[in-house]
């Protein structure tokens, strides 16, 4: 895991872009610390944007930072289940798929990276998995987004999911109205993908769970959550390729200057000190014995 100094380091150098496809300001937000203390960033402050997210992570060095599925009214107000309502959900949220290369049990020896504890195996598993979940998930809607877990596997966001589509709307139980929904909607999902067990199907039922934001660090791998596009723009990216392009090395030790820019500097700079250092005690001595 990284320490908390870097973490701190990779938020200050980071944007923290999160792609416009969420409305991060209706968003409940919360981060896990390195202790493993949970932390709601919305009791601080109701509304969070992107700046005001990247400050607070500069300042805490997260190992996770989540945020809600559902869009909320009042995100601060969000906290356990049955006080739900009281937050008022608003609109139909995103709904979100789990992938990981685990849940089919498929046994081959982990290839491991000696510095990222990510297995490229199982990453291009998990790929293979994600464009089938897409495949499915796309006869029913379109607005499609996929992340990078950070570790094994890839998150799906389906941002124009429609709970009408699945359910009445009960306007006295507004979080139960978004369980149902997704409750049905997984139930066929899982009949058409192999990418549900019985974990990540009661996770992509549940309305009040938290999902990672996209471009955060995972910091307990030391990858970033890369948003990578829609299915088409996985299909095109090796398991390879996404490791590498979530690797924080710029934002952790620093962008390389230009060559030319060091030669010149470099060469000049140490050139000088070492004719300043070495030089001033002979041309003493010689203009002395002069
Ligand atoms: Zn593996």
Same mark, same amino acid.
């Given at each position: 895991?990284l320490?908390?100094l870097k973490i701190s380091f990779y938020y200050i150098n980071s944007s923290l872009d999160?792609?416009?496809?969420?409305?991060?300001?209706?968003?409940? %937000?919360?981060?896990?610390?390195?202790?493993?203390?949970?932390?709601?960033?919305?009791?601080?402050?109701?509304?969070?944007?992107?700046?005001?997210?990247k400050?607070?992570c500069v300042?805490?060095?997260?190992?996770?930072?989540?945020?809600?599925?559902?869009? *909320?009214? &009042?995100?601060? +107000?969000?906290?356990?289940?049955?006080?739900?309502?009281?937050?008022?959900?608003?609109?139909?949220?995103?709904?979100?798929?789990?992938?990981?290369?685990? %849940? =089919?049990?498929?046994?081959?020896?982990? +290839?491991?990276?000696?510095i990222w504890? %990510?297995?490229?195996?199982?990453?291009?598993?998990?790929?293979?998995?994600?464009?089938? $979940?897409?495949?499915?998930?796309?006869?029913?809607?379109?607005?499609?987004?996929? %992340?990078f877990?950070g570790?094994?596997?890839?998150?799906?966001?389906?941002?124009?999911?429609?709970?009408?589509? *699945?359910?009445?709307?009960?306007?006295?139980?507004?979080?139960?109205?978004?369980?149902? $929904?997704? &409750?049905?909607?997984?139930?066929?999902?899982?009949?058409? =993908?192999?990418?549900?067990?019985?974990?990540?199907?009661?996770?992509?039922?549940?309305?009040?769970?938290?999902?990672?934001?996209?471009n955060s660090l995972n910091a307990?791998t030391g990858l970033v959550c890369t948003y990578?596009?829609?299915?088409?723009?996985?299909?095109?990216?090796?398991?390879?390729n996404i490791i590498v392009k979530s690797q924080p090395t710029k934002e952790l030790y620093g962008y390389p200057e230009p060559f030319?820019a060091v030669?010149?500097?470099?060469?000049?700079?140490?050139?000088?000190?070492?004719?300043? =250092?070495?030089?001033?005690?002979?041309?003493?001595?010689?203009?002395?014995?002069?």
């Open positions: 895991m320490d908390s999160v792609p416009s496809s969420w409305n991060l300001s209706r968003k409940h %937000v919360r981060v896990q610390t390195t202790d493993g203390r949970f932390v709601k960033l919305n009791k601080f402050r109701n509304r969070l944007n992107a700046k005001e997210l400050d607070y300042k805490l060095s997260p190992v996770h930072v989540y945020m809600s599925v559902l869009n *909320w009214l &009042f995100p601060e +107000r969000v906290g356990k289940k049955y006080k739900g309502n009281y937050a008022v959900p608003f609109g139909n949220g995103e709904y979100v798929v789990d992938i990981d290369s685990y %849940v =089919t049990h498929r046994w081959h020896n982990h +290839r491991y990276s000696k504890k %990510v297995c490229k195996d199982c990453v291009e598993f998990s790929k293979q998995l994600t464009i089938h $979940a897409c495949l499915q998930l796309e006869w029913y809607y379109s607005d499609v987004h996929i %992340v877990s570790k094994n596997g890839f998150h799906i966001h389906v941002l124009d999911f429609d709970i009408k589509d *699945w359910t009445k709307f009960n306007y006295g139980d507004l979080v139960k109205t978004h369980e149902v $929904a997704r &409750f049905k909607f997984s139930k066929i999902i899982s009949l058409q =993908t192999y990418c549900y067990d019985r974990a990540h199907f009661i996770l992509s039922v549940d309305p009040m769970r938290v999902i990672t934001v996209p307990e990578i596009g829609d299915r088409k723009d996985l299909e095109l990216q090796t398991a390879e030319e030669k010149h500097t470099h060469k000049k700079g140490w050139g000088n000190i070492a004719r300043v =250092t070495a030089m001033t005690p002979q041309l003493r001595s010689f203009r002395s014995e002069k």
